[in-house]
């Protein structure tokens, strides 16, 4: 923290859930230094917090005082999106998964070797997914190591964060000849290249910071330095006040903007030599893994009969299970493959509106949870056709009273569903936020001293919404459900990525009437 | 259509869906009267239909042009809005039907005694939704007369076509003392008496239309007299050139502006007596009906138990299924129940999110398509939380999957969901417009000369909306999936009923970031 104040002070009220089953609603005003580290988290419930509400507002460089329409929550972390599908976000899901890929999305995926094609997409892709409210994504890339690049580039511009992977995939029969990894070799060599690539970005992107001292989009944490010995000013009391009691382990680890995560496709599309090799080269350089994983019927009876085992065991087998490895998908884990995962650290994107088209079945959190397996929510774009990770919480916590209850009404009902299966709104967020940033191993996910200032603004008060506050009939718990449930990329109005707000996108619109004489 | 030319013209990329397994693009204008009849739908693909475009377009009082990025599209019918639980939207979807109703649902509902509050909420519901592209609602109000009459008001002044529905409900267990009609003869009469009032509501804004001969919300169709003869000044050219081929039977058919309709709640709130006394009601008046019927497994186990027959047999017993006879959600409907359905002409508002909550399983909707039965979509408000019917349509798809995959994964695949019962977005939008627009037998769904101009337009360009359009991926049928998929009320531009521009809303607040020195 600067001498005279922070660097930014936001007053309002805090949402946020730091367990599944708790959420915390604060009126607040957070201290973030010039690095995007959350100093201190005033609660102005008490006396002693509201008092220094008011002096981090007063002496702060910049300060951003909600109405009361607004909420402060922390960021959202989407763990699967697949970067290159997204102009076909919305379309195409007639297709089984294995039939999708080769039909419609490694053609597309094929013409990321135009990098200019490349930038354009990523250049609407990474801002739409900020204002959003994304903060944190996982991307599959696609092979191109120089739009794979580009990508972690466009991210430092627009200043998300973000793990991205370029995809690795070299299977003769499991993917086309004009859109694959030559050989297992070069396939591995190429991930160590992009690794290597992407960490130069980062590095450039905090060199420049520290040498420029400003606040280049994205934030400045090569400052982070400075907090190596993890002093917070406010100390305790206001950890405590940002309601999450726990001090969180991460504080002041690495928290980089862009990083490197080795990308095998999924195992049908990988040799047994590419999966063995990308799992060396994660050990290797500690770089985190992301793939799918037991999605569908089809996935699952290849590797059984490919590998003589599950996919999960194939995946272990080579290495590929690790701390920090995110298995998209996972519907179809057994209860040894969920005891597999939890043993190994790795953990789940849950990505339930694509469930519905590619898994044949869906994903249960809560016995995931149960057997100690992380699990985080991702929109898997373009498998799923909705982008913001607020309405992918409003479809998991819909899909999971469908695995509750079943669909098939022809059946008894005790043999229609999976009882205890359902989650709630608050559990969705938490798995959008902290739970999904627990899994990365990220500072980020919860608004605390020691974590990053990744935040989003939502309205609940903007008459274009759906978003509706009646008086005598909702309480905060309420507003929350609301406000997870029914805003969109409209509602939000302000995103803070490593404590510096994302430029709004360059192009404004307004929804006007369209009346001539 | 008026000598000089058409009283509105519109001009633009017309998207509609004459039958469930088929979409139509046109290069259209479309001529409305002013009355809001469309006489012509010019094609400006041909050079007569072209010519006949600028004439029209020249000739008009009125021209709306829409740029490239919007879509003309019919407007929304939305079969199934519970108008009282707006203000709990997006909440308390925690508990079963049976409780749901009595701790939450009821005791919001018996607040409508005060027509005041229900004037302040049906002001903010009804341009809400007409905003997100609802033309027409089928509502269910509360018990309350007065409040009833105020939402068929509430239609007229903000121009939303709407059949009202005075709730009735006296089972001395299925209701609470406090929130029920206090007899069922009371009960008969008070739905009597709502019926008299929402057809005095509708014949005061016909003879006001008439009298003033102005385009007041909602336009007039009192000047419908003037068409009893369906001259169509274009002829069977234009009629082809919407693209919709078979002529409309309702043209120049009644087409309220509002009207009542007969609800009983459903057999669990109502006495024999009062189910009898409705069914002879709807019929001595000529009223449709609504109610809900076989939603879960409990209510259905309750008919079985109350009427040893099925929920739906009950119905029809009681003289409650009858042509235009809407029976919400339906799920547990046997293939005697469908065909008893479908013989009486009575039809199904699918509410896939809701049965996600409530109903223990998924309505089938081809099954019920087979068999004969008429169905469109509802919203469920607030049962379902998503008050936009597009994106109810790409709820609909999603759960026909997961319906036809099923969800547990432990399952054998055959053994997991129910095969063929999957939607498209092309059948999801026909039940969102054409399909129930013919159970209600209102001339409204598609644009055609005939039927009134009750009509939406969606941009595919705006750039804080998620819908992307990509040069050399994207045709007319991927643009029409994202739309419907995509789609939220900031991206609908323009919205008409009976001809006339349904208001802005009084109050628009820009998504701009808050940002303080």
Chains 1, 2 share one sequence.
């Not at 009126?27 to 690095?35: G, N, P, R, S």
């Not at 280049?216 to 305790?236: F, I, L, M, V």
Request: glycine letters at 10%; one cysteine or more; hydrophobic letters at 45%.
């Amino acid at each position: 923290m600067s001498v005279g104040g922070a660097a930014l002070a936001v007053a309002g009220t805090l949402m946020q859930t730091p367990s599944p089953d708790r959420l915390t609603v604060t009126d607040a005003v957070v201290e973030v230094d010039q690095t995007g580290l959350i100093t201190a988290v005033h609660d102005r419930a008490g006396t002693e917090g509201a008092k220094a509400a008011r002096r981090a507002l007063a002496t702060a460089a910049q300060r951003v005082e909600l109405d009361g329409g607004a909420v402060l929550m922390p960021g959202l972390v989407d763990l699967h999106v697949h970067a290159p599908q997204w102009p076909q976000l919305g379309t195409g899901l007639d297709l089984p998964l294995e039939r999708w890929l080769f039909e419609y999305t490694f053609p597309l995926e094929a013409r990321y070797a135009d990098t200019a094609f490349a930038e354009a997409v990523w250049d609407d892709l990474v801002p739409s997914l900020l204002a959003m409210g994304t903060t944190t994504a996982l991307y599959f890339s696609s092979v191109h190591g120089e739009a794979t690049t580009a990508l972690a580039r466009a991210c430092v511009r627009h200043g998300q964060r973000a793990l991205v992977g370029r995809v690795a995939m070299d299977h003769p029969s499991g993917t086309p000849e004009w859109y694959r990894d030559p050989t297992a070799a070069a396939g591995v060599a190429a991930s160590a290249e992009s690794i290597e690539a992407i960490t130069a970005v980062e590095s450039s992107r905090v060199a420049k910071a520290e040498a420029g001292g400003g606040a280049p989009p994205g934030g400045s944490n090569g400052a982070r330095k400075k907090h190596t010995d993890c002093e917070q000013t406010d100390g305790g009391a206001a950890a405590k006040a940002g309601g999450s009691g726990d001090a969180v382990n991460t504080a002041c680890a690495a928290a980089p903007l862009v990083a490197p995560i080795v990308t095998p496709r999924f195992t049908p599309a990988c040799s047994d030599a590419l999966l063995e090799g990308l799992g060396e080269l994660a050990e290797a350089t500690g770089t985190p893994i992301q793939t799918h994983c037991a999605e569908s019927d089809w996935h699952c009876e290849y590797a059984r009969d490919r590998f003589g085992a599950s996919d999960a065991a194939a995946l272990e087998r080579f290495g590929l299970m690790r701390p920090r490895t995110v298995l998209a998908h996972s519907d179809h884990l057994s209860s040894a493959d969920m005891a597999r995962a939890a043993a190994n650290q790795a953990g789940v994107a849950h990505c339930p509106m694509s469930n519905s088209y590619f898994a044949n079945a869906v994903f249960g959190v809560r016995r995931a949870m149960a057997a100690g397996v992380g699990v985080g929510l991702g929109s898997d774009i373009a498998g799923g056709a909705r982008p913001g990770l607020l309405g992918v919480c409003q479809d998991a916590v819909t899909v999971s009273r469908m695995l509750e209850d079943g669909v098939d009404a022809s059946l008894e009902a005790p043999a229609r569903g999976v009882a205890e299966s359902r989650i709630d709104t608050v559990t969705a967020f938490w798995l959008a936020t902290a739970g999904g940033a627990a899994l990365l191993d990220l500072p980020v996910g919860l608004i605390e001293p020691g974590r990053r200032f990744d935040a989003i603004a939502v309205h609940s008060d903007r008459p274009e919404g759906a978003i509706r506050l009646w008086e005598g009939i909702d309480d905060e718990a309420r507003r929350f459900e609301k406000l997870v449930r029914l805003a969109t990329a409209d509602d939000i109005s302000n995103v803070w990525v490593d404590g510096t707000a994302a430029k709004p996108r360059p192009t404004a619109r307004q929804r006007t009437p369209i009346v001539q004489a």
